[in-house]
């Protein structure tokens, strides 16, 4: 089951969230130079002041449809209540999400001539998600990779369903330091909200040493965590050493660690590494979400007991307690942290979703061109690079 939130007016300050409505002059040129031509969009997940944004912007340009926003997050629900003329869906269950998305997809796909798009987070890409919208006849979905790449949507043999992902693609060199930077603060923000920590006394351990994690391990070392990684690609370690991170092996780096970064999500399925860990620690994660357990109320290797306003979970690990954090991703971040870097990524998005719209594609993942990116890239440099 799913409740119809009524939508209120259009506004460009206090969503309900503190900050003020990001503008997008950028996504507006990129809207009028490459029209969509008739696509409908239905959007997933939670829903910030920059969502609301994006939204307005593309009304212009496409038929928003519905927003199907995430039950339980009270700052979602009321960025949610100001898109004007949008259907506003909210399930009654987190992990009913995907699931009312595709039940909504096959009525619009039923009485619309146009193509419908889905966009979401990256559960909806599941093998299941994807055939489940698959079957309700969807054109294809977008899904905004910011923080990391989820193992299950990285093999496109599994998926049923054409998928365009930002993840990847030439611009995303340009968003991890960014990234990085609003991962850090959000970390320290919710820390001392939550647990009344402070980085500048915890070990934080990294797992892996890509780009995306370089940025993420500079931005904490700033903020004055001691920090530690692990890679098991030779050469990534070689460059955290470099770097002047501490590097050992996985088992000591895990049982001495007040934080774990695991922007995979592969920490929360791994009993033997849940088992290293001491009581209290903090995981935070991208990959792994928290929205559709088991019968027996597990997610992954652990027990949800107690969900904070605002992303963090309390989990229980055999008889040990742990933190989960999700929703880093830096759209949610405040827009002094992520400043005009929102606009080129909304850029991208709209793009691929146009790229679904335009024609069928076959099912698996793919990102837009390096043409389509460059042709992004400048259309941003002409909006901003005069500015002060």
Not at 87 to 97: E, F, S
Not at 127 to 142: S, T
Not at 222 to 238: F, K, M, N, Q
Not at 257 to 262: E, G, L, M, N
Request: aromatic letters at 4%; a negative charge; one cysteine or more.
């Amino acid at each position: 089951m799913a409740r119809a939130t009524p939508v209120g007016t259009r506004s460009s300050v206090d969503l309900g969230t503190g900050t003020r409505q990001p503008q997008l002059p950028a996504l507006s040129k990129v809207v009028e130079a490459f029209p969509a031509d008739g696509a409908c969009l239905v959007v997933t997940g939670e829903v910030g002041p920059g969502t609301v944004a994006y939204l307005q912007v593309l009304a212009d340009a496409l038929d928003v449809s519905a927003v199907i926003t995430t039950p339980g997050h009270e700052q979602s629900m009321a960025a949610a209540a100001h898109i004007s003329d949008v259907l506003v869906l909210t399930p009654d269950h987190p992990r009913d999400l995907v699931r009312t998305a595709a039940e909504y997809t096959g009525r619009l796909t039923r009485r619309a001539s146009a193509p419908v798009v889905i966009q979401g987070p990256g559960h909806l890409l599941s093998e299941e998600g994807a055939g489940l919208l698959a079957e309700q006849g969807a054109r294809g979905a977008v899904w905004s990779a910011q923080c990391g790449i989820p193992r299950q949507t990285q093999d496109p043999v599994q998926l049923r369903l054409p998928v365009f992902t930002t993840a990847g693609s030439a611009l995303d060199s340009l968003v991890n330091a960014p990234a990085g930077y609003a991962i850090a603060q959000t970390l320290e923000t919710r820390l001392r909200r939550d647990l009344a920590r402070s980085l500048s006394d915890c070990t934080v351990v990294i797992l892996g040493y890509g780009e995306r994690h370089t940025a993420v391990a500079a931005a904490l070392r700033v903020l004055g965590a001691e920090v530690s990684v692990r890679d098991p690609d030779p050469i990534s370690t070689c460059a955290a050493v470099l770097a002047g991170y501490r590097v050992t092996d996985r088992a000591e780096l895990l049982s001495s660690a007040d934080v774990v970064i695991d922007l995979y999500g592969d920490l929360p399925v791994d009993p033997a590494a849940l088992r290293l860990l001491r009581p209290e620690t903090v995981v935070l994660t991208e990959g792994f979400l928290l929205s559709d357990p088991h019968r027996d109320g597990t997610f992954g290797a652990l027990t949800r007991v107690e969900q904070f306003e605002g992303g963090t979970t309390v989990c229980r690990f055999e008889d040990k307690p742990l933190y989960l954090m999700t929703g880093f991703a830096p759209s949610h971040v405040d827009e002094r942290i992520v400043g005009r870097l929102h606009d080129l990524l909304c850029c991208e998005l709209y793009l691929c979703i146009r790229e679904l719209a335009s024609r069928p594609h076959p099912s698996g993942v793919r990102q837009l061109s390096p043409d389509q990116c460059e042709e992004i890239a400048w259309i941003w440099c002409e909006t901003y690079g005069r500015s002060a």
